[in-house]
């Protein structure tokens, strides 16, 4: 029987709520099931052994960010059942040793301790079931491990030798398409995994037609052969956290109440533009225009000192703007649902959650016109140009008058989103040419 593998990495890997990449790669995961004559099985890389290792995904969902459970090697040989190897028993009371000896004298640093502990996971990943690829297997890769040579290696013997059929899904290629300047990510790695595992892939999935359209570009202008690729659309039936009104200090003294202020949600890096944000308040204020306060929710990111310097130090607009760098999803919640509008003027994005997130709560938005953002929620939001502050304060104007307050309020009401069923839906769909799920 032939096999779909799922590689879920990165997700079981994942620490506290899912958002971004991991909240797709579980929606998507959580409903793959056997079909016919296809086999379903869940996997997870294991860079100790080099090697995609089965795991109980059913168990591993139930406690996740809190362990893995790994599916232990019971493969027959030879017509007889192999002895599972149970390591548990020296293991685990041998990493609990080790753990409170670092405790109690401090070594966390020393290179022998960091060798025992990789020494101990390489023991306890030997016992895990690894797999051996075959004739008519398929690969769902929803994120990758694209800077493990291993990994890339493993995909690629795999097309050799088994005729491996791999899936992978395209976020964004942004990091090598953008300007340095506009992305603080690491960008060598992933243009590798886009040279090598891309072109031999059986179909590559975007989440938008604008990263298609980098990836194909790229491919092109590189003398590499696109291969078959798909757009599917991403599930957008959020649920949102109970909402809380922040507690942060600089919220408090604010004095801000429902409905006061614009919301604007991202990390605060180059490439999501909150300069503009700062040259349109100068611009209002030099207009003689008073703008509601602009709450920013978001970690500093790279290369920002500058600006962010220039908001919270310009006497002119200082107290225009309110900075949330620890929100909680709580907090996220209150926000969105309290906001007057919502702006995202970023220059380029890989899909755009917080355009669907604001609609989604009933919240008008006005988003950049560049890239992605045109295709979340069309037709449900205002765009401007990300380059153009007149553009964008003219927007927020418009936008702020009772009449459209009142007019896209009850737009967003009437906004259908996309179900995560309906987002796998089409992923199935466009794989039903490659393999049978």
Request: with cysteine; charged share 25%.
């Amino acid at each position: 029987m032939s096999k779909v593998y799922v590689d879920v990495t990165q997700l079981v890997h994942w620490q506290g709520h899912l958002t971004g990449i991991p909240r797709v790669m579980y929606e998507l995961s959580i409903r793959f099931k056997p079909r016919g004559a296809q086999e379903v099985v869940y996997v997870s890389w294991v860079k100790e052994v080099a090697a995609f290792c089965e795991i109980d995904f059913s168990a591993t969902v139930k406690k996740l960010g809190k362990g893995i459970v790994y599916i232990k090697d019971g493969s027959t040989e030879n017509g007889n059942k192999k002895k599972t190897v149970q390591l548990n028993e020296v293991y685990k009371p041998l990493k609990h040793f080790v753990k409170r000896v670092i405790t109690n004298v401090g070594l966390d640093d020393l290179a022998i301790v960091k060798r025992t502990q990789n020494n101990l996971a390489l023991v306890e990943a030997q016992s895990y079931k690894k797999v051996l690829f075959q004739k008519g297997d398929a690969i769902f890769i929803s994120w990758g491990e694209w800077w493990d040579e291993n990994f890339l290696q493993t995909l690629e013997d795999g097309v050799q030798d088994s005729e491996l059929k791999i899936i992978p899904i395209i976020h964004d290629v942004l990091p090598f398409t953008l300007t340095p300047q506009f992305s603080g990510h690491s960008s060598e790695s992933l243009m590798n995994y886009c040279r090598r595992i891309v072109p031999i892939s059986a179909l590559v999935l975007s989440v938008s037609r604008a990263t298609q359209e980098d990836l194909h570009k790229w491919l092109v202008k590189n003398s590499i052969k696109p291969p078959k690729m798909e757009v599917f659309r991403l599930g957008e039936d959020f649920e949102f956290a109970k909402s809380e009104m922040p507690i942060d200090k600089t919220f408090v003294e604010a004095g801000l109440e429902k409905k006061d202020y614009l919301l604007t949600v991202g990390t605060i890096e180059a490439r999501k533009n909150h300069t503009l944000l700062y040259y349109v308040y100068k611009l209002a204020r030099s207009r003689g225009i008073d703008l509601p306060v602009s709450v920013i929710v978001g970690r500093r990111g790279w290369k920002t000192e500058q600006i962010y310097d220039f908001m919270t130090q310009d006497p002119e607009v200082k107290d225009k703007f309110v900075f949330l760098h620890d929100a909680s999803d709580e907090n996220l919640s209150w926000l969105y649902r309290h906001a007057k509008l919502s702006v995202l003027p970023s220059f380029a994005e890989g899909w755009g959650i917080p355009i669907a997130e604001s609609v989604a709560q009933g919240t008008p938005c006005i988003c950049s016109d560049k890239t992605s953002m045109i295709e979340v929620a069309e037709g449900y939001v205002r765009h401007f140009d990300p380059a153009s502050t007149d553009e964008c304060l003219a927007l927020i104007q418009e936008m702020l008058t009772p009449e459209n307050q009142k007019k896209w309020r009850a737009k967003c009401a009437e906004y259908k989103q996309t179900t995560w069923d309906e987002s796998y839906a089409q992923v199935r769909s466009k794989m039903q040419e490659i393999v049978h799920v």
